[in-house]
């Protein structure tokens, strides 16, 4: 089982939709999850970060984690054009140093 | 806050030269940098981990004596490929972390490796 599991896509939303990303993870004891956006070419950015189960909103992103179920995902509202990139899960994973764990990415399109 | 940057954005190289690639932290100091390594349509491989002024501490299958790391300051590391291989040829990205959120890494923007 990989550490961090993510559906690779391609996803395509409609603009205006909600996009829907989603994440799980293997290690149990996680207790650091984040969102990163990466446009092909350039370095990941990251857009949200979460540590503790339920939702934590910014703007037009939600981060949603459920440590029991191992599971995080991200929502995005009122979804533009300008969002069309690879979506990346990280988690920071503890193999006695503390390590951040990139899924393979969910590349979403939003067609106008 | 919590900009990275990388020097240089672009490099070529012929097989067999070493390549040095800059990441600085520009306007906080870096509690720890890492270098990762992205091949084309995968994700992120996470290199080494340096802490400054002590040795980086490299992941399983990555070889030390090929990826040198120095991390000298607060505000630098350095990731030099030595007898650079087309095998070689990659994205290496830096990141950054800070003391207020030990947790969240900061990227650079990348320097793409062309081994010829």
């Known amino acids: 089982q990989k550490e961090v599991e993510q559906n690779s896509g391609p996803l395509s939303v409609p603009e205006g939709a909600i996009a829907s990303l989603n994440c799980t993870y293997s290690?149990?004891?996680?207790?650091?999850f984040f969102w990163y956006r990466q446009y092909s070419g350039k370095s990941p950015e990251l857009i949200m970060s979460?540590?503790?189960?339920g939702d934590k909103e910014d703007g037009r992103f939600t981060a949603q984690l459920n440590k029991a179920s191992q599971y995080v995902s991200l929502l995005i509202r009122d979804s533009q054009p300008s969002d069309s990139a690879t979506y990346l899960c990280a988690v920071i994973i503890i193999q006695g140093a503390q390590k951040l764990v990139f899924g393979q990415g969910t590349r979403l399109t939003i067609n106008p | 806050g919590a900009v990275v940057s990388q020097h240089p954005s672009r490099v070529i190289c012929k097989s067999g030269t070493s390549v040095k690639i800059e990441c600085r932290s520009l306007d906080f100091q870096a509690t720890t940098m890492f270098w990762y390594r992205q091949f084309p349509k995968q994700s992120l491989m996470l290199m080494a981990t340096s802490n400054e002024g002590s040795k980086a501490t490299y992941e399983q299958g990555v070889e030390k004596d090929k990826f040198l790391i120095n991390h000298a300051s607060l505000t630098l590391s350095t990731l030099t490929v030595t007898s650079a291989h087309p095998e070689d040829s990659s994205f290496y990205i830096c990141?950054?972390?800070?003391?207020?959120?030990?947790?969240?890494?900061?990227f650079g923007p990348g320097t793409r490796l062309t081994v010829t």
């Open positions: 990141s950054a972390t800070r003391d207020l959120e030990p947790y969240e890494q900061y």
């Open positions: 979460i540590y503790s189960n």
């Open positions: 290690d149990r004891v996680s207790q650091s």
